[in-house]
């Protein structure tokens, strides 16, 4: 069985830019969540993603958005980065939306300078 | 909104000792309650979860949490460290709402093991 899987491990960003990040769930999960962590904290919920829609949304701006495809992997997608999107960026898939627990990915860690 | 309070940003124990997290957490339904491990440049690794089957929740690597509904509390407990268990620990609570089923995290506590 394959876990959840992150792509880039790494990733430096000009102030301005726009990122991609990626995510496989893991086997027979249908459900995506994206968490920001910034250093020294807890992860924040950015949104969900359930059947390629979006399936709620944590305080974070129109700029953060996402996709979800067919085979259930996903994106996230910042526009216009800021000095405060400096963080690691953690994908979590679940059987099913719910009180389910959720299998984190080893995250993309973020740097904008 | 549910929240999670997490007391104690770092918490230093000698390798043997007994491991002690606390996590206190607001929520006005039955919560479900995690706790999660994060090893340095890792992601989040599931050590338990509470669902209202028992109070009482066994998880990965002799970690075991009680649930305490009067005292809204969830703390993480191992009986003797190990030096491997030196890492950031994450207490969570699920949440679902108008911004769909989401983990609410504590702010974490850092465990060091010394020898």
């Known amino acids: 069985e394959t876990g959840v899987t992150q792509s880039p491990t790494h990733l430096i960003k000009t102030r301005g830019q726009q990122v991609t990040l990626r995510c496989s769930s893991q086997s027979g999960h249908n459900t995506v969540s994206w968490y920001q962590q910034a250093l020294g904290q807890g992860p924040q919920f950015i949104f969900q993603?359930?059947?390629?829609?979006?399936?709620g949304r944590g305080n974070f701006p129109p700029r953060f958005s996402g996709l979800q495809f067919p085979n259930y992997s996903s994106e996230l997608n910042v526009n216009a980065l800021e000095l405060d999107d400096s963080a690691l960026y953690l994908c979590a898939s679940s059987l099913r939306p719910g009180p389910y627990e959720q299998y984190f990915g080893p995250g993309t860690r973020l740097t904008v300078t | 909104a549910q929240s999670v309070t997490q007391l104690g940003s770092h918490v230093s124990v000698s390798e043997g000792a007994l491991v002690l997290l606390r996590c206190n957490y607001s929520s006005s339904v039955p919560p479900y309650l995690f706790w999660y491990v994060q090893y340095p440049n890792q992601g989040l690794q599931l050590l338990l979860k509470y669902t209202s089957a028992a109070t009482l929740v066994k998880g990965i690597n002799g970690f075991e949490a009680e649930f305490k509904k009067s005292e809204t509390s969830f703390h993480l407990t191992k009986p003797s460290a190990h030096m491997s268990d030196a890492a950031e620990y994450f207490c969570?609570?699920?949440?679902?709402?108008?911004?769909?089923?989401?983990?609410?995290f504590g702010g974490g506590t850092r465990v060091l093991v010394k020898p």
């Open positions: 993603y359930y059947r390629e829609e979006e399936n």
């Open positions: 969570a609570v699920s949440e679902t709402g108008a911004a769909g089923n989401k983990l609410t």
